[in-house]
T-cell receptor, first 119, second 113 residues
């Protein structure tokens, strides 16, 4: 399968600071990248969808000014959590699609996730 | 009604037996179906994709799709303790790689030695 990396894997930051998370598709060009958040023992929650070179589409209830997404190239998307607060502590996971041909290009491959703790 | 429904479990299966995981979806126009495995504290891993009615086999895994009944299942043969995880059913309704995946809430599978 296709490989997606995320960095950092774990980050602890103080309340009020900003944190940037990188998501890279290592062996394919990702036409679309997705950002999810997952709280303990809960389902994945889609935050936003981004296509290279265009603005991200945010899900209802997700603050676009707080969660800044940049999809600068076909292999890199970043999520910046601005002015982080303890309630933003969660497991953030990116995924990327576009690895194959035809309908296999719909398959989403997930990065390993970033565990954010805001103190 | 949720768009993708799964029994949350836990489903307990003895080692070596067949584990059967089921999923129903509400959008009759859905085109693409996936099974992901998620270990505790880790991100989901794609294990099967299926697009046409019928069965698709890959090693110990078989995905089954019945679009008329809006039903997709995953069979795991010769279950191993390492198969213990949460299995997420996922469905895409659209026709592009930008289409959103709708995930079920997952079924927790436990393989007992």
């Amino acid at each position: 399968g296709a490989v997606v990396s995320q960095h950092p894997s774990r980050v602890i930051c103080k309340s009020g600071t900003s944190v940037k998370i990188e998501c890279r598709s290592l062996d394919f060009q990702a036409t679309t990248m997705f950002w999810y958040r997952q709280f303990p023992k809960q389902s994945l929650m889609l935050m936003a969808t981004s296509n290279e070179g265009s603005k991200a589409t945010y899900e209802q209830g997700v603050e676009k000014d707080k969660f800044l997404i940049n999809h600068a190239s076909l292999t890199l998307s970043t999520l910046t959590v601005t002015s982080a607060h303890p309630e933003d502590s969660s497991f953030y996971i990116c995924s990327a699609s576009g690895a194959g041909y035809d309908r296999s290009s719909y398959e989403q491959y997930f990065g390993p996730g970033t565990r954010l703790t805001v103190t | 009604q949720k768009e993708v429904e799964q029994n949350s479990g836990p489903l307990s299966v003895p080692e070596g037996a067949i584990a059967s995981l089921n999923c129903t979806y509400s959008d009759r126009g859905s085109q693409s179906f996936f099974w992901y495995r998620q270990y505790s504290g880790k991100s989901p891993e794609l294990i099967m994709s299926i697009y046409s009615n019928g069965d698709k086999e890959d090693g110990r895994f078989t995905a089954q799709l019945n679009k008329a009944s809006q039903y997709v299942s995953l069979l795991i043969r010769d279950s191993q303790p390492s198969d213990s995880a949460t299995y997420l059913c996922a469905v895409i309704g659209g026709y592009s790689s930008a289409s959103k995946i709708i995930f079920g809430s997952g079924t927790r599978l436990s393989i007992r030695p």
